[in-house]
């Protein structure tokens, strides 16, 4: 197992250092913001804490991948939302209810509710369909995405450094270099 794990960071540090990383994380957010399920940091933060100088870099281009993918999200829901995105959101588990809760709360909150996705385990996929879906203007939503897009990536960048030396530690400990 020690082995195994050795080879995968190895691997994740090649990766961190090489040139496709960057494009990587924002193809990585850019898709997570629009139609793939999974966490906004699965490349971010590994490759972060594999070349922490490179972490501003990454976040960026996180930040602007996962702009780009809200925004496509949020068309999604002004364009096709019932043909597509009530599908995706049912898809994602969204019940129709949940979805019905939703975007009322959309019509009164409507940025804040964006916000708060940004920084939640909320799917702001799903958020961003639903602000697309009942005509949140869209300078607001591009607002509120952005903001709460750039403070989530800041943030974990900020984590991270300030978790610099226990994560080396940590790193000593389980592989030895």
């Not at 699965?42 to 972490?55: E, G, T």
């Not at 984590?159 to 790193?171: E, K, N, Q, Y």
Request: aromatic content about 8%; overall charge positive.
């Amino acid at each position: 197992m020690r082995r195994t794990l050795l080879a995968l960071w190895a691997a994740v540090e090649r990766f961190a250092h090489a040139r496709g990383a960057i494009p990587a994380v924002f193809l990585w957010n850019l898709g997570q913001g629009s139609v793939v399920p999974g966490p906004a940091e699965l490349l971010l933060v590994p490759l972060a804490v594999a070349d922490p100088p490179r972490a501003p870099r990454l976040a960026l281009a996180a930040v602007l991948g996962s702009i780009i993918g809200g925004c496509i999200a949020y068309w999604i829901g002004v364009a096709a939302f019932a043909a597509v995105g009530k599908p995706m959101l049912h898809f994602l588990g969204v019940s129709d209810d949940t979805l019905a809760s939703a975007m009322a709360m959309m019509e009164r909150h409507g940025w804040l509710f964006i916000l708060g996705s940004t920084l939640t385990p909320l799917s702001t996929k799903a958020i961003s369909i639903g602000a697309g879906a009942v005509g949140m203007p869209f300078p607001l939503f591009a607002l509120a995405l952005a903001t709460g897009r750039t403070l989530r990536f800041s943030l974990d960048v900020l984590l991270l450094r300030a978790s610099a030396g226990v994560l080396h530690r940590l790193r000593l400990r389980m592989f030895g270099q």
